[in-house]
């Protein structure tokens, strides 16, 4: 289940124009977003798309090249101060001294905002028993597997409550359980007031804890909205249907093409005939899956069974990306 959001008068993030190159190479390329505060607000897009780069940008570490960025009602370039002490960043790759145990870490991240020695071993314990560390607190850093070095980054991220925390693709290279338990701390952070930017490859993490998504490619957001909002852009979902006999197969495909509109799909199951829905308000949809079995009734062709689901986010970052990419070899003709 997603976690919803919760309205402020002021904005988490409002991104207006920005762009961003690096040489020849532009990361952000006119980026306008606004994100609401509180829940988890996902940022999807494949390798190159500009996720980091966007990241960087509102964690005042890159300077932009135009437009403006506020995060948290503060300008990144004219009070970048002022956005740091409200945020935290945790990258893509563990940043944490090796040599120094989980303990050493967190008490040296403590001491440098200006916390006390003692009020700074407290935080730190409380910290390393909430994320499951308590035992390993006297264990290097160099030691730990890399769903434990994960978990010691998102703690030092929440070594102070951050207004707004940026985690840049935290589950890479972690096993399932591993990005259950990290899920399950951003899950807290959320209810402890924070709001979450997550960018992540993982369509099943945006689905799991983001209310909100954008889609980046080439360094454009090229889709934003709900998960229900995103899925119904590429069509309302898909009707597959198991024939009783895999010799009427070719009838089936004609029958759906004719009743829906768009071409089936064809599997390696003989049995097997999918078909994406047009796009509907309502309850039209489930009107053309009940016309659609109809005609197929009608003609003699025997359905065994029939399933209808919705598009997954792999089928909307699949068909997002694609289009994106069709236009772009159309703007270079």
């Not at 009602?73 to 090796?98: K, Y």
């Not at 006390?116 to 314990?125: D, M, P, Q, V």
């Not at 909002?229 to 495909?253: I, M």
């Not at 829905?277 to 489930?286: E, I």
Request: proline share 4%.
């Amino acid at each position: 289940m997603s976690l919803a959001t919760t309205p402020d008068a002021v904005p988490a993030v409002e991104v207006s124009g920005l762009s961003h190159s690096f040489g020849d190479s532009r990361a952000l390329d006119r980026v306008n977003l606004t994100i609401p505060r509180g829940g988890v607000y996902a940022v999807l897009g494949p390798n190159g798309a500009g996720k980091t780069t966007l990241i960087r940008v509102l964690a005042t570490l890159l300077r932009p090249d135009s437009g403006t960025v506020r995060v948290l009602g503060h300008d990144v370039v004219a009070d970048g101060p002022a956005v740091r002490r409200r945020i935290s960043l945790t990258a893509q790759f563990a940043s944490m001294d090796e040599d120094l145990t989980a303990e050493e870490n967190l008490v040296l991240l403590a001491r440098l905002r200006g916390w006390s020695w003692a009020s700074a071993r407290r935080r730190s314990g409380e910290l390393l028993a909430a994320f499951d560390l308590g035992k390993e607190a006297r264990r290097s850093a160099g030691t730990f597997s890399g769903g434990m070095r994960r978990r010691l980054d998102i703690a030092a991220s929440l070594v102070h409550t951050p207004d707004l925390l940026f985690l840049d693709e935290p589950t890479t290279g972690l096993d399932p359980r591993s990005r259950s338990e990290v899920w399950d701390l951003l899950r807290a952070a959320v209810c402890q007031g924070a709001t979450v930017l997550l960018t992540t490859q993982y369509l099943d993490e945006a689905d799991q804890l983001a209310a909100r998504i954008a889609v980046i490619d080439h360094g454009t957001v090229i889709a934003e909205g709900t998960r229900a909002e995103l899925k119904a852009s590429v069509g309302s979902g898909r009707l597959r249907v198991r024939l009783a006999d895999p010799q009427q197969r070719r009838d089936a495909v004609g029958l759906l093409a004719a009743a829906v509109g768009t071409t089936p799909v064809l599997d390696g199951d003989p049995t097997s005939v999918a078909v994406r829905m047009p796009q509907s308000a309502g309850n039209a949809t489930l009107r053309e899956v009940n016309l659609a079995l109809t005609r197929l009734d009608h003609a003699g062709v025997a359905v065994s069974d029939f399933s209808y689901a919705q598009a997954s986010l792999d089928e909307v970052f699949l068909a997002l990306t694609s289009r994106a990419a069709a236009t772009e070899q159309e703007t270079a003709v």
